[in-house]
């Protein structure tokens, strides 16, 4: 079965441009979490969605957004970027109240 | 503000060892507590759940000090393939996910010798 699916897996970007970022839950997952991972720090929450309505939010600023799609899958979204948004997206899914499964994340340099 | 802290390590240990890490969470309405395990460059991985009674799976030992807002794991008979990063994880909801997610430390680095 396949896992939780990020893409892209690397991304380039300048200072001031936007980026979507996409991910697919497991198969039958309908809650998808959003996190940041900063290089030597822990995984920093984003945002949580549970069909296709978001139920948590970290303390991230505006720019950052999302959305859930009907089949469960997700995007998260950065506008102005910034130099300190460089980092491993993760996304995760779950089914009820089982543990999170990450995908592999996106790495973004933001240039 | 909900905080969890992680000895940074690294923690560099002989091959057949055993090793412990701790971590603290300062938030004591934290209902749910994970190890997940992190290889470098690669996703984090759950490694397991963490009970009030204490749990073990193999070589791999948990334990929650509710009192005291601690949290631990013991490797026993480490291996060379037990080098990793190890997160500690706290959430508030019984599910690992909710409106505030998962917090997690920053991470014990181990390496085990050959």
């Known amino acids: ?111 | 503000r909900k905080e969890v802290e992680q000895d940074p390590g690294p923690f560099n240990v002989p091959e057949g060892a055993t090793v412990a890490f701790n971590c603290t969470y300062s938030n004591s309405a934290s209902q749910s507590f994970f190890w997940y395990r992190q290889d470098c460059r690669k996703e984090p991985k759950l490694l397991m759940s963490v009970y009030s009674s204490g749990n073990e799976d193999g070589r791999f030992t948990a334990q929650l000090n509710r009192a005291s807002q601690y949290i631990s794991l013991l490797i026993r008979d480490s291996k060379l393939s037990d080098s990793a990063t190890y997160l500690c994880v706290v959430t508030d909801n019984v599910s690992g996910g909710g409106a505030d997610g998962l917090t997690f430390g920053k991470g014990t680095h181990l390496i085990i010798q050959p």
């Open chain 1, 1 to 111: 079965d396949a896992g939780v699916t990020q893409s892209p897996t690397h991304l380039i970007k300048t200072r001031g441009q936007h980026v979507t970022l996409r991910c697919s839950p497991i198969s039958g997952h309908k809650s998808v979490s959003w996190y940041q991972q900063v290089l030597g720090q822990g995984p920093q929450f984003i945002f949580q969605y549970y069909e296709k309505e978001e139920r948590g939010r970290g303390n991230f600023p505006d720019r950052f957004s999302a959305r859930q799609f009907p089949n469960y899958s997700s995007e998260l979204n950065v506008n102005a970027l910034l130099l300190g948004d460089s980092a491993l997206y993760l996304c995760a899914s779950s089914f009820a109240n089982s543990p999170l499964h990450f995908g592999n994340g996106t790495r973004l340099t933001v240039t």
